[in-house]
């Protein structure tokens, strides 16, 4: 059975046990990993995320009256019960803001939301890096619209990547930018998705990994980490703060001569790492559309490099994972999404994995740090109905 169908089936399970009723629909939405173009998205940069078979599934019963009941197989989060009125900013906390505030920005948009009971169940792992908040946003955002009668175009699909950004902005109070929201809901099987973050505009790159031997995998290190904690906010406001020295509406408009311009250390770092960050983008695309995948590896590298000494976002966890990576074979390797912990990934020949697996293993026991967790991905598709 596929992570989407067995979510499913759990979703459907909770609406039942939860609230005593049937789905008129499920809905499922996929985590991602970022290949490259990271830090990047608030900038107006280019990144190359792509969407992972794991999914957060919703399944979601209409009611005839205002109100919202949520529920979620995870033990840790408390049900939610309320009308539509009050699912906005400073009205929910903990994992239903996600939820409730996605509907609530999807109401904003003008979709005319209906009252509905919904459960949630998902196998993306939590705090990995690998966008489980985003991937539960766009379930809900999707089955929301859905319920309210909406049909599934290209147009309601960007008003729903702009409502869950605006939902994990103003009501979960994280300032991400729009990466995750949206390879969960435009990601193509099989590619990853280019996104110019400034407009959202998407281009699918096929990645032709298995074609050419290879493999990604994702090496969770299983040290959380939250996003809505002063270290993103940090980052994001000396990108603003350089944008504005430079005079630039966008730190991602700014070449490398500018960065020299920087008089602060730390804002001329953190620009030198956007800069050199969508150049790697770009090369990488080139690369990957070349048919030369097998030869992205060093670009990796160097994306870690400037993550961890530029952009001061990596942790110990993640430099021991990606060296023993690369020394057991790896071909390349970096810390993926906000960093501060969460998952590392790793390009790899088939053959190594077992090898890649037992070394990261081995290199965090040795200095005592979490075991990690490693898993081999594909890409997969984004938000859809699934029944
Ligand atoms: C988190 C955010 C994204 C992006 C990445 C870093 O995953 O949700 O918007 O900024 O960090 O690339």
């Known amino acids: 059975m596929s992570s989407a169908e067995e979510q499913a089936e759990l979703a459907v399970a909770e609406l039942r ?209 939250t996003l809505a904690d002063g270290q993103y906010a940090e980052r994001r406001a000396d990108c603003d703060e350089a944008a504005r020295q430079l005079g630039l509406e966008w730190l991602s408009d700014a070449g490398p001569a500018d960065v020299e311009r920087l008089a602060d250390p730390r804002l001329r770092a953190r620009a030198r790492h956007v800069v050199s960050e969508n150049q790697r983008v770009d090369t990488v695309v080139e690369l990957v559309r070349a048919g030369r995948v097998a030869e992205i590896g060093p670009l990796l590298d160097a994306s870690h490099a400037s993550l961890r000494n530029d952009y001061e976002v990596s942790a110990v966890e993640l430099d021991v994972v990606v060296a023993a990576a690369r020394e057991a074979g790896a071909l390349g390797a970096r810390m993926v999404g906000g960093g501060f912990g969460g998952s590392a990934i790793a390009l790899i020949r088939p053959g190594d994995a077992e090898a890649v697996g037992d070394a990261v293993l081995a290199a965090c026991r040795q200095r005592g740090l979490a075991e990690p967790v490693t898993l081999t991905v594909t890409s997969g598709p984004a938000a859809r109905r699934i029944c």
């Open 17 to 225: 046990s939860a609230w005593g009723v049937q789905p008129d629909g499920v809905w499922a939405a996929p985590g991602r990993v970022n290949l490259i173009g990271e830090h990047v998205d608030y900038n107006g940069g280019r990144c190359l995320p792509l969407a992972l078979t794991r999914v957060t599934a919703a399944a979601a019963r209409r009611r005839d009256d205002d109100r919202v009941r949520l529920a979620s197989t995870d033990p840790s989060a408390a049900p939610f019960e309320g009308t539509l009125a009050d699912l906005g900013p400073g009205a929910v906390s903990g994992w239903a803001a996600y939820a409730a505030g996605t509907l609530w920005a999807v109401q904003q948009a003008g979709v005319d939301v209906p009252g509905m009971d919904l459960a949630v169940s998902s196998d993306v792992p939590l705090g990995a890096g690998l966008s489980s908040s985003a991937s539960l946003e766009a379930a809900v955002a999707i089955a929301a619209a859905e319920l309210a009668g909406r049909d599934d175009d290209e147009a309601l699909r960007h008003l729903l990547i702009r409502a869950a950004i605006r939902a994990e902005n103003e009501v979960v109070g994280a300032g991400t930018g729009g990466m995750d929201q949206t390879v969960a809901l435009l990601a193509e099987e099989g590619s990853a998705l280019l996104i110019h973050t400034r407009d959202l505009r998407t281009e699918p790159v096929h990645l032709g990994l298995a074609e050419a031997g290879l493999e990604l995998m994702v090496i969770d290190t299983r040290v959380s980490h």
